[in-house]
């Protein structure tokens, strides 16, 4: 991480601070600073190298998107800075109400639609590529991993490569979908207002139903959502409305194959932390892995 004065110098290029610029938080993959304007307030954020991309990301989103990401001030792609205008409350500091997504599903799918034609100018630039037909690879080197779960539950999960594998080449069958950008991270802490999506850095360029692998767990575990319930097929058909045509059966196995898939995500964080913050680290990921064991046939 850079120097703090350094980050004050650079971010008093783009705003006048009215009081100290303090870290709200810090993490192993970023750290970020809430600065104090005469109306209101902006963030920086500096992201480790494992999370570099997302000022970049963040900030060409912003340019053909600027309703649904947060407005970007200022951002260094070489130096992995970013400077962000606030964007009002989460949806998380009300719950989690179905609701929200309901309208803001529709406006995501248009932004990954659109983004479908920078899908290898984003990964060029450094978002992970996780690619449908490179997913039973990555499932191989995934379960060839010492992970955090049971060796019953390990087993299993290693049992499900071949299934895994026609999943993904039945996914990848499908050729009306090309990769895009997908967030990774979709729950009610990281939407704002009526559509904006913030914190891109657990982004890849994937199948673009992925995305909704965490929105629907969130629904699931904080807003106490049964799996029966209606909801999902409403919030299901209102994303899907702008991708035209009938995905409903894609969709639905795209949440499978995106459940593991976001396992596998998760091992991009976890190859980068100090053993010191493993522990914490695995608590998450266990969970993670046991909600990908749901899609293994007999579960």
């Not at 649904?68 to 992995?80: N, S």
């Not at 109400?97 to 920078?118: N, S, V």
């Not at 950008?181 to 673009?208: C, E, F, I, K």
């Not at 459940?259 to 608590?283: C, K, M, S």
Request: proline share 8%.
């Amino acid at each position: 991480m850079a120097r703090v004065d350094d980050a004050e110098t650079w971010i008093r290029r783009y705003v006048e601070p009215v009081g100290p610029i303090e870290t709200t938080h810090v993490r192993p993959w970023s750290t970020v600073r809430r600065v104090p304007l005469a109306d209101g307030v902006a963030w920086f954020k500096a992201c480790a190298p494992v999370q570099g991309f997302e000022p970049r990301l963040s900030a060409h989103l912003y340019r053909r998107w600027p309703d649904r990401v947060a407005e970007v001030l200022a951002h260094d792609e070489d130096r992995a800075w970013l400077l962000l205008a606030d964007a009002g409350d989460p949806v998380g500091t009300t719950g989690n109400p179905p609701e929200a997504w309901l309208a803001a599903l529709p406006r995501y799918a248009e932004l990954q639609r659109g983004e479908t034609g920078y899908a290898d100018e984003h990964v060029a630039h450094g978002v992970p590529a996780l690619p449908v037909a490179q997913l039973p690879d990555r499932f191989a080197d995934l379960v060839a991993r010492d992970l955090p779960v049971d060796r019953a539950e390990h087993d299993r999960l290693a049992a499900f490569a071949p299934g895994y594998a026609r999943m993904c080449a039945e996914l990848a069958a499908d050729r009306r979908l090309g990769p895009t950008v997908q967030h990774d991270d979709l729950h009610m802490t990281n939407l704002y207002g009526r559509a904006r999506v913030l914190d891109w850095g657990d982004a890849s360029v994937s199948h673009p139903f992925f995305s909704l692998v965490v929105t629907f767990r969130f629904l699931e575990e904080r807003t106490g959502l049964p799996l029966d319930d209606p909801w999902y097929a409403r919030l299901r058909d209102a994303y899907l409305e702008p991708w035209g045509g009938d995905f409903r059966d894609t969709f639905e196995l795209a949440l499978r194959v995106g459940a593991v898939a976001h396992a596998i995500a998760w091992t991009r964080q976890r190859d980068f932390l100090p053993p010191a913050e493993l522990p914490g680290f695995d608590e998450g990921f266990a969970h993670i892995l046991r909600r990908a064991l749901r899609v293994v046939p007999g579960h």
